[in-house]
C-alpha cells in the first residue's frame, strides 16, 4: 500500500505562500519525517543533514513544538524539533549560498579537532552537505546548521566545486554507486546509506550524483520518458514493479536496470535479480511483476520535477 504523502512540487508553490514561509536546514545526518508529531507515529520518508526545508506547520508538544516540515521533492512529514535547525529567510539564504562541503563517503565523523583520535561530533552519511570553513590539509573544517564546528577527512568528502567537477551523471557511474550499497538494509521509509526502502534506494543512489527526483515509485514512474518493452531498457533505466488496474498501473516497487535481463533494487536488502529463468539471479517475484521502464538521465534539468542542488527552488532560495 503506498503511504499518503503530498506530492505536490516545491516549484509549483505560489509567491504569495512562499513570502509567509518559515525556513530551517536539517541538523543530524538523517532526521526521521513521521505522518504524526510523535516518535511512535509510523515514519514516511528521512532527509539528509543540510537539506533546505519549508516548516508549514507545527504541532503543541512539550518542551517545544514539533515542526511540519516539506523538502525539496515536495514531501512532507513532522520531525522532532532538534533535527531542523529553524531559520530567517535571511539565514536560511545565507546557508543555501555559503560554500559547501559534500559527504561522499558511504559513512563517517566529523572530529572535534583534525584528529581521527579526537572527540565525535556526529556521524554523516553520503549526501550530507556541511558548511565549509576552510580546508587544513587533509581535513575540511565543516559547520553545522546550529553552529557546531569540527573536522572531516578528505577521503570522505569535498569541496562541493571539486565535487562539482568531478561529478558524473553517465549511467555507469550511477550503477557503480547503487552496488556499492549491494548487501545494505530495506528499511521503510529509509532514505540513506544506514538503509533503504525500494524508493528510497533509487532516490539515496540520484542525489549522490545530484540528481533530485520524486520521493516514491509511483510518482516517479509519471517523470521521465516511459519505456514499454523490456527489450528497449538500456543501464541507468529505471525498471518499475506492481500491478495493472485495468489500464492503470499501480506502482509499488523500484530498481535499477543493470543490462542483460539484471537489476538492482531494495527489498529485504539491496541486491541483484534477473528478468530469466535459469540465471542464478533469477526473482520470479518481481519478474511477474514487472510494469515498465523509465528513462529519467536524459531528462535532468530538463523538466521540473528532475533537477539538481543548482536549479531545484529549495536550494536556491
Known amino acids: 500500500m503506498k503511504r499518503l504523502c503530498l506530492i505536490a512540487a516545491a516549484w509549483l508553490f505560489s509567491a504569495a505562500a512562499a513570502l509567509s514561509q518559515e525556513y530551517g536546514i536539517v541538523n543530524v545526518s538523517v532526521c526521521n519525517m513521521r505522518a504524526t508529531a510523535d516518535f511512535d507515529a509510523e515514519m514516511v520518508s528521512q532527509a539528509l543533514l543540510g537539506t533546505p526545508v519549508h516548516i508549514i506547520d507545527e504541532a503543541d508538544k512539550l518542551p517545544q513544538p514539533w515542526p511540519q516540515i516539506q523538502t525539496p521533492d515536495g514531501y512532507t512529514g513532522w520531525v522532532h524539533y532538534a533535527v531542523v535547525e529553524r531559520m530567517s529567510r535571511e539565514a536560511y539564504s545565507a546557508w543555501n549560498t555559503a560554500p559547501k562541503a559534500i559527504v561522499t563517503a558511504l559513512s563517517a565523523v566529523v572530529h572535534r579537532s583534525p584528529s581521527a583520535k579526537s572527540e565525535t561530533v556526529s556521524d554523516v552519511v553520503a549526501g550530507d552537505r556541511l558548511k565549509l570553513v576552510a580546508t587544513k590539509g587533509c581535513w575540511l573544517q565543516v559547520e553545522f546548521p546550529d553552529k557546531r564546528q569540527g573536522y572531516i577527512s578528505r577521503k570522505d568528502a569535498m569541496a562541493e566545486k571539486t565535487w562539482r567537477k568531478q561529478l558524473d551523471r553517465s549511467p555507469e557511474a550511477i550503477l557503480k554507486t547503487a552496488k556499492s550499497m549491494l548487501g545494505f538494509p530495506y528499511i521503510w ?95 520470479p ?10 528513462r529519467i538521465l536524459p531528462y535532468v534539468d530538463q523538466v521540473p520535477e528532475i533537477n539538481t542542488t543548482l536549479t531545484n527552488p529549495y536550494y536556491a532560495e
Not at 550524483?209 to 541507468?236: C, F, T
Not at 485495468?246 to 533494487?265: K, Q
Not at 517475484?285 to 523509465?294: K, P, T, V, W
Open 189 to 283: 521509509a529509509g532514505m540513506s546509506p544506514k538503509g533503504m526502502d525500494c524508493s528510497g534506494f533509487v532516490r539515496t543512489v540520484l542525489f549522490m550524483h545530484d540528481v533530485i527526483i520524486p520521493r516514491d515509485s509511483g510518482p516517479m514512474s509519471r517523470v521521465g520518458e516511459r519505456i514499454e518493452s523490456r527489450s528497449d531498457l538500456q543501464p541507468g533505466d529505471l525498471v518499475f514493479f506492481g500491478r495493472w488496474d485495468g489500464d492503470t498501473p499501480r506502482v509499488s516497487h523500484v530498481g535499477f536496470y543493470l543490462g542483460e535481463d539484471l537489476f538492482i533494487h531494495s527489498l529485504g536488502l539491496v541486491k541483484i535479480g534477473s528478468f530469466l529463468p535459469g540465471r542464478p539471479e533469477f526473482d
Open 285 to 294: 517475484y518481481n519478474a511477474g511483476r514487472y510494469l515498465f521502464g523509465g
